[in-house]
DNA sequence: CGTGCAGTTGAGCAAATTCAACGCTTGTGG
DNA sequence: CCACAAGCGTTGAATTTGCTCAACTGCACG
């Protein structure tokens, strides 16, 4: 982790934990502002159950958040684009862990959060949340139709996404198994849905075809 | 849908439920303060898409939110018990339905909530739905004794559980079928876990299983 | 005493997982 | 530059899990 701007070792951190204090900053400094820091490929931003410090934007990368059941098993809660802004938390400490999907830069966010931004912020975490639900009641080709929309949405592409995240991120996003998203994702081609010039970039060849599975 | 005028007498069923007596609200409600109304099981209380008008509490009863596939398929988003508050939005209007599970009595909430009862409230509904995409990422007989546990901390239960729901809510509460509840009910009461003295009424008799089923 | 509904149970089936093998890319050291 | 190992993704076969369809039971209500 490299750090660029100022120190997180700032006392004067916004304390986003608790609840009832309104703090509204000075004009001028309202909008994100804060150091900037870069992490390398699948290494942790913060962990799960560590003091929920900070907020986060993305300035480059992208960024996921996950938890673990006892077993093992993974469950990924978003995948953060540039511009997303994550590390928002209701609790003293993270509920999930943050770590970057590819090599990332991330704005710390230490204060100059306005409290309709935050109320902004927890409800996109909401809602959010609240679509990956409805998601994992769906069918595996309706689950991958799903994010593959989802995905070409946020990155406001016209026809192409490219899936930096791995199969196994997919899969722990989607509820699925490698295996099954990779089927899956041969099937849409085979049924030319989508074309997959490479196994990382996808085509969106028929979007009727993918809203009707989208359901 | 806001019935204004009482008409306890009046032995029709209105189809969106019906108004009730005032009375003095139970303990634990200081600062929300409103109407009371009733709505009779399995009415609905507002719909998906209605503008997001009021916030609601539940003094008495069960309430489901739910949203719907094109296909039909339901997905249950929570289960409100007395005491909860449901209806907190982040956009204008609603995007769960609310239905009553069981007849309702709820206190309409329009004014006097402050911002850091509305943050509490948008946070436990944040915990509750991230913790909701876990249980869907478990087999079945984890989603069930999760279930049986949340409910029977919710209702501070030592070892008894009112399961006012039927099975097609539970069912859609953990995107299963009726039928593997049901199943899955029997397998637990056969390896003692659990006893089912009426189809509603649960005993959890082994702890120590259902928590390590809950992961 | 039927009738209807909710819940349970069984048999067969479909969907997704598991296990295993294989191919393709990537990076590294000779 | 090539050889080779390692990691990721794909594919196939067998298995498992949960679903579908159907029958049946118990219970509440007329």
Redesign the interface.
């Given at each position: 982790m490299l750090v660029e701007a100022a120190s997180l070792s700032d006392p004067t951190v916004h304390p986003l934990g608790r609840?009832?204090?309104?703090r509204y900053p000075p004009p001028g400094t309202a909008g994100l502002a804060g150091a900037r820091l870069s992490f390398n490929r699948n290494s942790e931003i913060y962990g799960e159950g560590e003091p929920a410090a900070h907020l986060y934007q993305v300035i480059s990368g992208i960024v996921r958040t996950c938890?673990f059941?006892?077993?093992g098993?993974r469950?990924i809660?978003s995948f953060y684009l540039p511009g997303d802004t994550f590390g928002l938390e209701?609790?003293a400490e993270y509920?999930?862990s943050a770590e970057a999907v590819t090599d990332v830069n991330v704005l710390v966010v230490k204060r100059g959060i306005l409290?309709s931004q935050l109320?902004?912020l927890?409800?996109?975490?909401?809602?959010r949340?609240?679509d990956?639900?409805?998601l994992?009641?769906?069918t595996a080709p309706e689950r991958v139709a799903t994010f593959l929309l989802e995905m070409a949405r946020r990155v406001r592409s016209r026809d192409e996404v490219e899936l930096s995240m791995s199969r196994q991120d997919i899969a722990d996003y989607l509820?699925l198994t490698i295996e099954t998203v990779s089927r899956t994702l041969t099937q849409l081609e085979n049924e030319s849905a989508i074309a997959l010039p490479t196994s990382k970039r996808i085509v969106l060849r028929d979007r009727a075809t993918l809203k009707r599975l989208n359901?």
């Open positions: 609840t009832g204090q309104r938890r059941l006892i077993d098993r469950q809660g209701t609790t509920t999930f409290p109320w902004e927890m409800g996109s975490e909401l809602r949340t609240q990956h639900v409805l994992l009641a769906k509820g359901s």
